[in-house]
């Protein structure tokens, strides 16, 4: 308890700093500043996992249950890899004056990536089932 | 029309969702986000003019490193951060104890906490993000406001982790536990239906059988989270690490340029006026009243020295390259500047924060210190700096001052 105690003061007294050095921003920028640090949580919250939890009710009824690992693993890396490249998949700090900016063809890279990933989901399964044959495996058949 | 209920945390009924999992995905995501504070600390530290403790002037490629990781680190996260996000989102319809003030203030408290932990986190992700593609779509100052917040999230995190503390110690212990079937009653991952059989009953959910679950274990989400931050991690590092410039396709940049090195800010975007960097430009040493001015044929015909040195950005980009140009130290013997005496850096630059700069003496004393006129054997290109600029060792790439037209010692 004590260590708790000692961690959780030492986490308020970083945040107090934090703080701090945000209440010194100018009040524009603050205000600013104040309004993305909602909308982040506000589309996290109120999108994203309501999307995403919508798409796994939808997926569970689509998918057939034997691929069901393979698609989730898939899903899972194609949307979060994706989300962390919004920013280049937009160009949205191109600049003309500056062609060495965001100089690639982020479409094809995406479009490559994404047929990488479903061939990754395809192949999975049958290639777990070469390297592991037999009753052993996780997703059994049977009924039970 | 009867308007649907609010959901409730039993509403989320995927058997996945286990605070060990999210203790361990965590854990990760802690890993990541304290390389990525101290690393932005470290580039904090490289910013400013007035530390009692200057940066090292080695290794050259120091920068270089931390920068690099630091930006990785934050891309490593996003992933990390969905997936542990999902894991507790039931939680924010958790219940809430009115009634008794005591509870009341310990739930609220902690939502308190956890709303500030998510918001700066995710604040942090986005505006590093975007500001790694150069791109600023809010108006506040993306330095002052990125480092602020950045000691909240950290805060919040270790207040987190202290009231977590005994959930993390017990997550590590053992393997994860498969998905608990019994709440699998049917929303998110119902229980597979097998044809002919009895199939899913939601009456009876225990007795669903443990091999009829067709979803992944929890170890196949963890193990998948970590998947996708690396992955996340190799598609972007062609940034910064040569070898990977082809697989990372979303880099922001190829590292192509002229003279094989890209540009992080242009003439044009600087403000640089061709006028001034034609054959009447001159370059002003000033030491007090003692002035030399030099033209691009003087420097070029003092001893040029080549040396490699990368050049690297706080956008997590950087490059290595061949500079060819004049000593620093040798420049500044010219008018007799002192040993310890710190250099002011004016260029012909007319937009940017960055326009007039301060050069420590360790670095514009040190012997791989180099006022360049050429870049990969080839004169300078006009978005590279020239007629000359600076290019130190383990600097961030803002001090590596373009279009040099004043270098004078700090008094």
Same mark, same amino acid.
């Given at each position: 308890? /004590?260590?708790?105690?000692?961690?959780?003061?030492?986490?308020?007294?970083?945040?107090?700093?934090?703080?701090?050095?945000?209440?010194?921003?100018?009040?524009?920028?603050?205000?600013?500043?104040?309004?993305?640090?909602?909308?982040?949580?506000?589309?996290?919250?109120?999108?994203?996992?309501?999307?995403?939890?919508?798409?796994?009710?939808?997926?569970?009824?689509?998918?057939?249950s034997?691929? /069901?690992? /393979?698609v989730?693993?898939?899903?899972?890396?194609?949307?979060?890899?994706?989300?962390?490249?919004?920013?280049?998949?937009?160009?949205?700090?191109?600049?003309?004056?500056?062609?060495?900016?965001?100089?690639?063809?982020?479409l094809?890279?995406?479009?490559?990536?994404?047929?990488?990933?479903?061939?990754?989901?395809?192949l999975?399964?049958?290639?777990?089932? /070469?390297?592991?044959?037999?009753p052993?495996?996780?997703?059994?058949?049977?009924?039970? | 029309?009867?308007?649907?209920p609010?959901?409730?945390?039993?509403?989320?009924?995927?058997?996945?969702?286990?605070?060990?999992?999210?203790?361990?995905?965590?854990?990760?995501?802690?890993?990541?986000?304290?390389?990525?504070?101290l690393?932005?600390?470290?580039?904090?530290?490289?910013?400013?003019?007035?530390?009692?403790?200057?940066?090292?002037?080695?290794?050259?490629?120091?920068y270089?490193?931390?920068?690099?990781?630091?930006?990785l680190?934050g891309?490593?996260?996003i992933?990390?951060?969905?997936?542990?996000?999902?894991?507790?989102?039931p939680?924010?319809?958790?219940?809430?104890?009115?009634?008794?003030?005591?509870?009341?203030?310990?739930?609220?408290?902690?939502?308190?906490?956890?709303?500030?932990?998510?918001?700066?986190?995710?604040?942090?992700?986005?505006?590093?993000?975007?500001?790694?593609?150069?791109?600023?779509?809010?108006?506040?100052?993306?330095?002052?406001?990125?480092?602020?917040?950045?000691?909240?999230?950290?805060?919040?995190?270790?207040?987190?982790?202290?009231?977590?503390?005994?959930?993390?110690?017990?997550? #590590?212990? %053992?393997?994860?536990?498969?998905?608990?079937?019994?709440?699998?009653?049917?929303?998110?991952?119902?229980?597979?239906?097998?044809?002919?059989?009895?199939?899913?009953?939601?009456?009876?959910?225990?007795?669903?059988?443990?091999?009829?679950?067709?979803?992944?274990?929890?170890?196949?989400?963890?193990?998948?989270?970590?998947?996708?931050?690396?992955?996340?991690?190799? *598609?972007? *590092?062609?940034?910064?690490?040569?070898?990977?410039?082809?697989?990372?396709?979303?880099?922001?940049?190829?590292?192509?340029?002229?003279?094989g090195?890209?540009?992080?800010?242009?003439?044009?975007?600087?403000?640089?006026?061709t006028?001034?960097?034609?054959?009447?430009?001159?370059?002003?040493?000033?030491?007090?009243?003692?002035?030399?001015?030099?033209?691009?044929?003087?420097?070029?015909?003092?001893?040029?020295?080549?040396?490699?040195?990368?050049?690297?950005?706080?956008?997590?980009?950087? *490059?290595?390259?061949?500079?060819? %140009?004049?000593?620093?130290?040798?420049?500044?013997?010219?008018? %007799?500047?002192?040993?310890?005496?710190?250099?002011?850096?004016?260029?012909?630059?007319?937009?940017?924060?960055?326009?007039?700069?301060?050069?420590?003496?360790?670095?514009?004393?040190d012997?791989l210190?180099?006022?360049?006129?050429?870049?990969?054997?080839?004169?300078?290109?006009?978005?590279?700096?020239?007629?000359?600029?600076?290019?130190?060792?383990?600097?961030? %790439?803002?001090?590596?001052?373009? #279009?040099?037209?004043?270098?004078?010692?700090?008094?």
């Amino acid at each position: 308890m /004590r260590t708790r105690l000692a961690i959780g003061v030492l986490g308020l007294v970083m945040g107090a700093f934090g703080a701090l050095r945000f209440l010194q921003l100018d009040f524009p920028d603050m205000v600013d500043a104040v309004l993305w640090l909602a909308a982040g949580v506000v589309v996290h919250d109120g999108v994203i996992a309501p999307l995403t939890i919508a798409l796994t009710v939808l997926a569970t009824r689509v998918v057939p249950s034997k691929a /069901r690992v /393979r698609v989730t693993v898939g899903l899972v890396v194609l949307a979060t890899v994706t989300v962390s490249a919004v920013p280049v998949l937009g160009k949205l700090g191109e600049r003309p004056d500056n062609p060495t900016l965001l100089d690639r063809n982020y479409l094809v890279g995406w479009l490559v990536f994404a047929v990488l990933v479903l061939l990754g989901t395809l192949l999975a399964g049958p290639v777990a089932r /070469r390297l592991r044959p037999g009753p052993g495996m996780r997703v059994s058949r049977s009924p039970g | 029309m009867k308007r649907p209920p609010l959901p409730t945390e039993a509403s989320f009924t995927s058997p996945l969702r286990d605070e060990r999992l999210t203790a361990r995905i965590g854990t990760w995501l802690g890993v990541c986000f304290g390389l990525c504070f101290l690393t932005g600390l470290i580039s904090h530290w490289y910013y400013l003019n007035d530390a009692p403790l200057l940066p090292p002037v080695r290794p050259v490629w120091g920068y270089r490193v931390t920068q690099g990781v630091h930006v990785l680190s934050g891309i490593a996260s996003i992933p990390l951060l969905l997936v542990k996000l999902w894991s507790v989102y039931p939680k924010l319809f958790g219940e809430v104890p009115f009634g008794k003030l005591r509870p009341l203030l310990l739930n609220l408290a902690e939502k308190a906490s956890i709303a500030v932990l998510v918001a700066a986190s995710i604040f942090q992700l986005a505006t590093g993000l975007a500001n790694s593609a150069q791109w600023y779509p809010w108006s506040f100052s993306f330095r002052s406001t990125h480092y602020a917040v950045a000691w909240i999230a950290i805060g919040a995190l270790v207040v987190h982790i202290a009231v977590k503390l005994p959930i993390i110690r017990a997550a #590590w212990v %053992g393997p994860l536990p498969e998905p608990d079937l019994g709440r699998a009653s049917g929303r998110e991952f119902e229980p597979r239906v097998e044809p002919g059989g009895e199939g899913a009953s939601d009456s009876q959910p225990e007795l669903q059988p443990a091999t009829s679950y067709g979803g992944p274990s929890r170890r196949t989400i963890l193990r998948t989270a970590v998947l996708a931050s690396g992955v996340a991690v190799i *598609a972007a *590092a062609g940034n910064t690490v040569p070898l990977l410039r082809k697989v990372s396709v979303f880099a922001v940049r190829s590292g192509e340029g002229p003279q094989g090195v890209p540009i992080n800010r242009s003439a044009k975007a600087a403000g640089v006026l061709t006028s001034a960097v034609g054959p009447a430009f001159q370059l002003t040493l000033a030491n007090r009243d003692r002035e030399v001015t030099m033209s691009r044929a003087d420097l070029e015909a003092m001893t040029q020295r080549i040396h490699q040195l990368p050049i690297a950005c706080v956008e997590g980009w950087s *490059a290595s390259a061949q500079w060819t %140009g004049v000593r620093f130290s040798e420049l500044l013997d010219k008018v %007799g500047a002192p040993g310890d005496a710190a250099l002011r850096i004016r260029s012909l630059q007319t937009r940017g924060a960055f326009a007039v700069t301060e050069l420590p003496a360790s670095f514009a004393r040190d012997p791989l210190t180099l006022l360049a006129l050429k870049l990969n054997s080839e004169d300078l290109s006009l978005d590279h700096g020239f007629p000359c600029r600076l290019i130190a060792p383990n600097r961030p %790439g803002v001090f590596q001052t373009k #279009w040099v037209t004043r270098i004078e010692v700090v008094t």
